[in-house]
């Protein structure tokens, strides 16, 4: 597979320049380093207290969750591993309601959220769950009055995204927790492209369950993590630790946790300095398109991370314009694990734009190797189809 690698990099003589590290991201060096002797040398189980080789496993993984809560101002006991977002997220929402069904059976999202949590969401109903699907504005925003409205004695719990995977728009999950407190509702927010990139206080911001990948912050594929509050319980009355806790069984994969360890305390280094430069490029990148009318951000009147730029190109087809440039380029239209899907991405569409508006618009994602230069050349490839 390697060799098929480099043979098609070499027909098209160079790399395509990397556009999509919401999807995914390279491992970085210093995070490979410190999972190797995890794969070579020490390879005991953690969960093996008789000797050696486990008490170094379980004492990684005891760094690791202390690198994780200095992240994002959690306590250690409070970090859960799992495979990654996708398993959080079913995880999460599963338990919660499996476990509150003699109080209430409802849940309240977005139509905008990720395939995880509508498709969690849909399974669930089939087995008795009552969903709200909150409209969205043409922004992607819920209106928080709304879902007010929605709570009832049945609501059990409430998730919402923190950062949109496709258009980059924040959501204020600062005043979503603070209702869901004030309404005695569990409040689950998937961080997947907010961790590691922006502030999270998971103390401070009335969130009671957080899902995130390592794979979005140099960190290996095939692990991530769930963070419960501590003191959170469902309606009635059990601890939501216990339950995840209860499941959350197995071999540990100690080499990946080291490895999400490692790329959080990296991320928390270089966190500052890397929102300001991507800051710059994002708005470089659409000022160019901009003055140049070669095409408009999608929710571009509200606060986005600066990771994400979803752009709706005015005069050509976005599948046409990546099919034209992959060797050039790689770019999305939108989320990863639904890319392979020739449909209007239910993003866009929840947001009210056209059919042919979406078909337009390709989601640019920045990282740690995106450059001026490189943005130059994408511009100049939107300038060549428009001509």
Partial sequence: IFLTLQLLFKEVNEEPIYFDFASTTPVKEEVYKAMLPY????????????????EVASKAIEKAKNQISKLVNCEENEVFFTSGSTESIKLAISQIFYNSLDVGNHIITSRAEHKAVLDTCKDLEKVGARVTYLDVNENGQIDTNLLVQHIGNDT????????????GVLT???????ICKEKNVLF????????????????????DLLCFNAHKIYGPKGIGGLLVKSNAKTKSGTMVKHLIDSVNLGT????????????????????????????????????????????VVNASSVKRSPYILNIQLLNQDAESFILRNKNMFSVSTGSAC???????????????????????????????MTTQTQLNKLIKAFRSANS
């Fill in 39 to 54: 794969f070579l040398n020490y390879y005991g189980n953690a969960s093996s207290s008789t000797h050696i080789h486990g």
């Fill in 156 to 167: 059990i719990l409430v998730a919402l995204m923190h950062v949109n995977n496709e258009t």
């Fill in 172 to 178: 204020d999950v600062e005043e979503i927790g603070a």
């Fill in 188 to 207: 689950f927010t998937d961080a997947t492209q907010a961790y590691g990139k922006l502030a999270i206080n998971f103390q401070d911001e009335n969130i």
């Fill in 252 to 295: 540990q994969n100690v080499p990946g946790i080291v490895g999400l360890g490692k790329a959080s305390e990296v991320a928390m280094s270089e966190m500052k300095n890397n929102f300001e430069r991507i800051h710059k490029l994002n708005t470089y990148l659409q000022q160019e398109l901009l003055q140049s009318k070669l095409g």
């Fill in 338 to 368: 639904n890319s392979r899907l020739l449909e209007q991405s239910h993003v866009l569409k929840s947001m009210g734009l056209s059919k042919e508006k979406a078909d337009r618009s390709i989601r640019v994602s920045f990282g740690a």
